[in-house]
């Protein structure tokens, strides 16, 4: 009776996301090679803004582990950092930061993306919206004045910080000195993992051939942004050559491909459906597009992505096949 009631017991238990059938996939194989895939842009940054931005993400990482161990000790929960799911979500902070913020920042973020987003409300796979994203836009909002502070491409702490290509495209043009190829190879300032976009594609395109990501969220998100940064440029640009520099800007700058290809994709926060999938990923686009162009804050990446994880319940339920066989549910007349 005992072996029978164990039985049923494993057999009801749901795992958190993701559940897919195929051999050797686990929440911890996802976790390592999205981990892997961040690892380019993150040395990348490193590289770039110097020894600041390594210690940042290396603060970030550790101190969410942290948080997460200590968190679910303290709620008397199996200890779960073995699936790597923590530093993921610290290495995705971190590079969603400045080189120029204060040490505690970091930590403040990844107390509150692991214990308010992610353990008081179950755990991996309960959350409700992308843990990282949440502590950025928690951190932006309370620390306004750190968070927009970016150094130029290998310039010292000491440097003056300039304005970066997204404040610039505000009004249709890059800044002084910048260039297309410098924003694809990464050679401007930012957030310390979003400036290259060549190894972030990179990381995108390995985690599409491991089959961890889909493409229809990427796709849709940046086609979006493509298609109307395109139609609709800022600064009254007409001619086509005008019109294609300012869309390629809008997609290589800021935090967008950092954002279409690894937090917009997150398993838990994104719909399950081929077709919820497109649409979130046009209204991400339509939202970061909006507001860039009419918000106080030049970057909408993150505020876009939260806002489309609350609509991915309904997005699942109205995209959702039906089941082969089976009637539409007819409503009863009214007596």
């Known amino acids: ?160 910080a300039s304005a970066t290509p997204l404040a610039s495209l505000k009004t249709g043009a890059l800044p002084e000195g910048t260039t297309i190829w410098n924003l694809f190879f990464g050679q401007t300032g930012g957030c310390i993992g979003e400036v290259s976009a060549l190894l972030l594609i990179v990381g995108g395109v ?23 940064t395109f139609l609709f440029p800022r600064g009254g640009l007409t001619a086509f050559s005008d019109r294609l520099d300012f869309m390629l800007a809008s997609l290589l700058s800021g935090g967008l491909l950092l954002g279409a290809i690894f937090m917009a994709t997150d398993y838990v926060t994104s719909p399950v459906t081929p077709w919820g999938r497109v649409i979130f990923g046009v209204g991400c686009g339509a939202l970061v597009v909006f507001l860039r162009y009419f918000s106080a804050y030049n970057e ?15 997005l699942d339920k109205f995209t959702m096949p039906r089941v082969y066989g089976k009637e539409r549910r007819e409503k009863k007349p009214k007596a």
């Open 1 to 160: 009776m005992d072996q029978n009631t164990d039985f049923q017991n494993k057999l009801l238990t749901v795992s958190p996301s993701p559940h897919i059938h195929r051999r050797g996939l686990s929440t911890a194989s996802v976790m390592k090679d999205v981990f892997i895939a961040l690892l380019p842009a993150a040395i990348w940054g490193s590289y770039a803004f110097g020894w600041r931005a390594a210690v940042i993400l290396l603060i970030s990482v550790v101190s969410s582990v942290a948080f997460e161990a200590l968190t679910e000790i303290l709620l008397r929960r199996t200890v779960t950092i073995s699936d790597c799911s923590a530093a993921v979500t610290g290495l995705l902070l971190g590079m969603n930061l400045p080189s120029s913020v204060p040490f505690y920042i970091p930590v403040l973020g990844s107390a509150f993306a692991i214990i308010v987003v992610k353990q008081l409300f179950g755990g991996i796979g309960k959350n409700v919206m992308n843990p990282a994203l949440a502590a950025r836009v928690f951190l932006t909002l309370s620390f306004a004045g750190k968070m927009t502070i970016f150094y130029p491409f290998r310039q010292t702490v000491d440097a003056v």
């Open 206 to 228: 390995y985690l599409l051939i491991r089959k961890v990501i889909r493409w229809q969220i990427p796709v849709a998100f940046l086609g979006t942004v493509a298609l109307l």
């Open 300 to 314: 909408g990446v993150s505020f876009a992505i939260l806002i489309m994880n609350a609509f991915v319940w309904y």
